[in-house]
């Protein structure tokens, strides 16, 4: 809602440009022409903000911008990650990546089938790895890495995938994609041109799209089948 004091502001801005066009007293300013020019902008000027103020986001995020440095560290530590995984190795997950959703079937079967769709951003990852037990039951996790949008974080608006369990058939859909929608306000670039980091280091932020993959944790004599990266075996 318009506070009163801003509808003020905006009320003397458009009054003080009709008083500079229906003016009749000969100004510094020039000839009529140029106070027709001035007021008109004036007027322009406080349209302009009320049009701006009605578009205003419903929801206001002041979480901080990204820099292209840091969503390169980022992006950077989620491939050494992803790559120690197919080396067996889990110290880093947890550091590049978040668990998103987790899952927990019963399954007393001797042979599990995982059948991989195909949706609009391909095919899921899937990485597993055995129990020392054989506890009847198989856990999943949905591990997600921070997804950048212009330095804006988006990861929490990705959707997980879809686990079902028919048998002894696993099936993992893909998720579906997500569509943001977001302003951001910068400075201008007469003020951004020279000020510290320049106008186009502010505006040429890059993107990252995180990694995603799923984690299996299964009892240890069951027979798996399907296009998995095992870990540690």
């Known amino acids: 809602m318009i506070n009163i004091a801003l509808l003020f502001v905006i009320f003397v801005i458009f009054a003080f440009g009709i008083g500079i066009i229906k003016s009749s007293t000969r100004v510094n300013l020039g000839t009529r022409k140029i106070r027709w020019i001035l007021g008109g902008y004036t007027i322009i000027l406080a349209i302009a903000t009320v049009i701006s103020l009605s578009v205003l986001p419903s929801y206001k995020n002041d979480q901080k911008v990204a820099t292209a440095a840091e969503m390169n560290k980022i992006e950077n530590a989620q491939n050494r990650a992803v790559n120690n995984l197919y080396s067996g190795n889990l110290d880093d997950l947890d550091q590049a990546f978040s668990e998103k959703k987790k899952w927990s079937f019963p399954f007393n079967e001797k042979s ?38 212009d330095g804006v974080d988006f990861t929490n608006e990705l959707h997980p995938p879809e686990l079902l369990l028919n048998g002894q058939q696993l099936t993992v859909n893909n998720p579906t994609l997500v569509t943001v929608s977001f302003s951001r306000f910068s400075p201008g670039f007469a003020y951004s041109q020279f000020s510290k980091g320049g106008h186009f280091s502010q505006e040429n932020r890059s993107s990252v799209i995180g990694r995603d993959f799923i984690l299996l944790k299964v009892p240890n004599e069951i027979e798996i089948k399907g296009d998995i990266n095992w870990i540690n075996e």
Do not use: C, H, P, Q
């Open 112 to 149: 599990l089938d995982i059948v991989l769709t195909e949706g609009e951003t391909g095919i899921m990852s899937v990485f597993a790895e055995r129990k020392n037990t054989n506890d009847g039951e198989i856990e999943a996790s949905y591990f997600v890495g921070k997804s950048y949008i």
